[in-house]
């Protein structure tokens, strides 16, 4: 029975996704876990013929710098897509950093990169790219700052799109992480330090996390 159970979303909801759980007869709250902040930055002397991407954080900054943008190297479908939909030119597409890294490595091991990403940004993609002397030039253009809400009522199940959003959600809620619905296996890692009953989305996207959110509680 899928009535009156609570979900809760660990990435504020726009009105289309918000539908795809409240036409289910769930009730739901969302909050941003993470607030993104903007970095300064310089980019004299940074070439941005071929850029990574493994974020959607940092598609605002590239749409500032459009023009200079020549190629583009990119973690996720979503991302790809908004990406693709301002008139940039999509390389490469992967469904993570370690999948993108192998692309790189294989095919375009004589370019030179730059990677656009945040303070936060995981190590394996860079790792990957050091490992093989790739060329590329790290451009930190956001921070995330974590935000430990607590709340008062137990929920059915939390959604999860981040390693950090994990951490951050338990530190705050240490009795209230039943079940983890996550983007990806990344996440899902950080969510099996505070609980075994984790669900994994099938693709990294808020859509398909719903999806699988909805899924889980129904069978539940």
Partial sequence: MILNRRILSTKFLNSSQSELLLGTGLS?????????????????????????ITSWNAVDFLKQHHNQVKQLYVVGEKTAQRLADSGFKIQVIAHNASALSQLIIEDYSTKDFTYIC???????????????????????????????????????????????????????????????????????????????????????????????AVKALRND
């Fill in 28 to 52: 739901m709250a969302h909050y941003d876990v993470l607030k993104i902040i903007s970095t300064s930055v310089s980019l004299e002397q940074i070439s941005l013929n071929h850029v990574i």
């Fill in 118 to 212: 945040g303070v936060h940004r995981r190590d394996e993609l860079p790792q990957a790219l050091l490992s093989t002397q790739i060329n590329f030039t790290e451009v930190k253009v956001y921070d995330s700052i974590a935000v430990e809400k607590s709340f008062d009522c137990i929920f059915d199940a939390v959604m999860f799109f981040s390693p950090r959003g994990v951490h951050a959600f338990a530190k705050a809620n240490p009795q209230n992480l039943h079940l983890a619905i996550c983007i990806g296996e990344t996440t899902a890692t950080a969510a099996r330090m505070y609980t075994q009953n984790v669900k994994v989305a099938h693709k990294t996207t808020v859509e398909n996390t719903i999806v699988t």
